[in-house]
């Protein structure tokens, strides 16, 4: 296995995301989705930082993809999705709709987004052109086998998610702008104050979810940390970690000493916690009773 790089989920201004690629160029990584995922909103305020993005990755030897949005829903995003063609790159499809702008035959990869839960839907994207795949993050350990299992026999790579807040929804509207009582068209970019999403409690206080714009995403963050030689058993080509704000680069070296063998689940855990979000991991959807779940917890006598 080695380690894919997904498209940052948060608004940060243009100058993070600057120093965020130049730096992730030299991280042990083989391949970078960038782009804008969440809101197309956004895009104007750091679409220019791409260019130089790509340029600084493609020198670190990164394979590069551009991200289509989650979420298609105006003419203009039509348009934005349209072009993403333009820039060379394989075009990674995050809503079925960007189908519509890649050319029969033209290879285009597959993000977590994408609602792969058996054989026939993953065949007819390979036959459509699909060239890499990253699977839903909801799947567990033998649907994962038996999908990866057809990804060898064709001979297209299959990723998990390995790291990062997981995404479980996408919505037409925004809940950080309402929650500033503000409308979605004059939200004033508020969730740029929340570089990892904003938390979300029970009504007793229990940590629950995550939110960053129209985005819902997990509060725990995901990790492989203790399932690489399962997840390797099991044929997976790729662990897919997506961008926190904090020591992103020293995570990736993480992830890919684990891989190496050089540390542990246990070693590559202790080093996690204080740098992910609210210190909370899971792995449940891979093999748990919930998908909040961490499966090194002891259990209660």
């Known amino acids: 296995m080695d380690l894919t790089v997904g498209p940052n989920f948060f608004f940060w201004p243009a100058e993070t995301v600057r ?10 990584v083989s391949r970078v989705v960038l782009g804008e995922l969440v809101c197309s909103k956004r895009l ?5 930082e791409i260019p130089g993005a790509i340029e600084a990755l493609v020198a670190g030897g990164k394979e590069v993809a551009i991200t289509s949005l ?10 934005l999705t349209a072009e993403l063609q333009d820039l060379g790159l394989p075009v990674e499809v995050n809503d079925l709709t960007a189908l519509a702008h890649v050319p029969e035959g033209q290879p285009f990869w597959v993000g977590p987004l994408v609602n792969i839960y058996n054989e026939g839907t993953l065949r007819w994207l390979i036959r459509r052109g699909a060239r890499r795949i990253c699977l839903p993050p909801e799947l567990t350990l033998a649907s994962i086998a038996v999908l990866a299992r057809l990804g060898r026999e064709e001979g ?3 990723e998990v998610w390995g790291h990062g807040r ?25 969730c740029d104050q929340d570089p990892d999403g904003r938390d979300v409690e029970t009504l007793d206080g229990q940590p629950f979810l995550a939110v960053n714009g129209v985005q819902t995403l997990s509060q725990s963050t995901a990790s492989m940390a203790h399932q690489v030689e399962a997840l390797e058993e099991a ?5 897919r970690l997506s961008p926190q704000s904090q020591g992103f680069r020293a995570i990736c070296a993480g992830y890919a000493d684990r891989l190496a063998g050089r540390i542990d689940g246990a070693g590559l855990e202790a080093m996690l916690r ?27 006598a």
Do not use: N
């Open 166 to 190: 997981l995404p479980l929804a996408i919505s037409g509207r925004c809940y950080h702008a309402r929650l500033h009582d503000r409308a979605k068209d004059s939200c004033q970019f508020v």
């Open 70 to 79: 989650a979420l298609v829903t105006l003419k203009r995003e039509r348009k």
């Open 274 to 300: 204080p740098m992910v979000p609210g210190g909370r991991l899971s792995d449940g959807f891979l093999v748990g009773p919930s998908g909040a779940h961490w499966s090194a917890e002891v259990e209660p």
């Open 156 to 158: 297209v790579p299959v």
């Open 235 to 239: 044929g997976v080509a790729a662990l």
């Open 44 to 48: 104007p305020f750091w679409q220019g």
């Open 19 to 28: 120093g965020f690629y130049r730096e992730l160029s030299g991280a042990p």
